[in-house]
């Protein structure tokens, strides 16, 4: 099969996908049903925090309950998905009864299970790159994280992605709107709100960055000069370091989005310069983004009102160490605005009912 035979079958794969997304929701469901009785079963509880972190409110009667819970919305979404696959609800209870479900499941998973774990490992990794060159083993250490917690994590990100799309087919057929693109008829290409957004998306990350550069640089802003030198003798500034490096990735990468060169590659680029950048490669990685920021703000925002801050000083004058992180579920909803305005402003014209805009 050559290249063009490839990009001429994936329009229609990717409409099958879609219009099938409501089945793979519900199979995937039933199949976190069955994983989440035998952790029940087994452990007692589902993989959310490690045992040995006692003092978390998960970390017992709490963490049960919300197990159960999770089981539950599981079993009932597995019904659902199938309901609304095989269309055996009313078109507007379908509609509602997923755009409903889909609120509550992304509320519960985004807010209540995951936390920054995965935000941070993937912040962490150029420090963890340079810094393996002198000290192998922390190699070792950064592989012993606890894997079934991330995983359950990742499950449950899957989870809402799925239920964002199920819940847009269901709504898509009840319209009367194209179930593969969402349009009723062709319109405006470019969405107005698309620039603004992006630039408020990029503007956040780049306040943690510029924070993270100057404790580098030895400038102590938003801190007092006493923890900066502390977080100097302890080497912590290489790794925020390195989190500022991420950032200023991530900055870069957004603006992207409303770039030339986020449409097209540069031609300096091996291989792939002048030709036309894939959409999903753009949206698939600033959605999942997206999804992260928003649980890693919320356990933030737990840490520097409930939980404490374990030893790391957080005022008035210590703002910059725990304050940029806290605009992190509005950098999340931003980026996710972004990342659709970007979708809806590439995703040219419809296989499945020709229209574009």
């Given at each position: ?23 793979i ?75 409903v ?7 519960i ?25 002198t ?6 250490t ?23 799309l ?27 709100w ?20 100057a ?15 502390r ?8 790794a ?10 991530g ?15 540069p ?15 753009a ?13 890693a ?21 210590n ?30 014209s ?8």
């Amino acid at each position: 099969m050559t290249t063009s035979d490839i990009q001429e079958h994936l329009p229609a794969a990717r409409n099958r996908f879609i219009e099938r997304v409501p089945l793979i929701t519900a199979v995937a469901a039933g199949c976190y049903s069955l994983a989440a009785v035998f952790f029940l079963l087994t452990q007692g509880s589902l993989p959310l925090v490690p045992a040995e972190a006692l003092s978390h409110e998960l970390n017992g009667p709490l963490g049960t309950v919300l197990s159960y819970v999770l089981l539950s919305l599981a079993m009932a979404g597995c019904l659902l998905g199938f309901a609304v696959h095989y269309r055996l609800l009313p078109g507007r209870a379908s509609a509602a009864g997923a755009t409903v479900f889909a609120s509550v499941y992304a509320g519960i998973a985004l807010l209540a299970v995951v936390d920054s774990s995965i935000l941070a490992t993937l912040g962490y990794l150029p420090f963890l790159a340079v810094k393996s060159i002198t000290d192998p083993g922390i190699l070792q250490t950064a592989l012993d994280l606890p894997w079934p917690i991330v995983g359950h994590q990742l499950a449950c990100i899957l989870g809402v992605a799925l239920w964002i799309l199920t819940a847009a087919v269901a709504v898509r057929r009840n319209s009367g709107a194209c179930v593969a693109c969402g349009r009723h008829s062709s319109g405006g290409a470019v969405r107005r709100w698309g620039t603004p957004v992006t630039i408020a998306a990029a503007v956040i990350p780049g306040v943690y960055a510029l924070t993270r550069l100057a404790w580098a640089a030895g400038m102590p802003l938003g801190i007092e000069p006493a923890f900066l030198q502390r977080m100097q003798s302890t080497g912590q500034v290489y790794a925020g370091l390195g989190l500022a490096i991420m950032a200023l990735l991530g900055v870069g990468l957004t603006l992207g989005l409303i770039q030339r060169w986020g449409s097209v590659f540069p031609r300096w680029i091996p291989f792939v310069g002048g030709r036309r950048v894939p959409v999903l490669l753009a949206v698939i990685p600033a959605g999942f983004v997206s999804l992260i920021a928003v649980p890693a703000g919320a356990e933030m925002i737990r840490v520097s009102t409930i939980r404490g801050t374990g030893g790391i000083p957080f005022d008035w004058a210590n703002w910059a160490t725990i304050g940029p992180t806290l605009l992190w579920i509005p950098w999340g909803v931003l980026l996710g605005a972004a990342t659709l305005a970007y979708y809806l402003k590439h995703r040219g014209s419809c296989t499945r009912c020709g229209l574009s805009g």
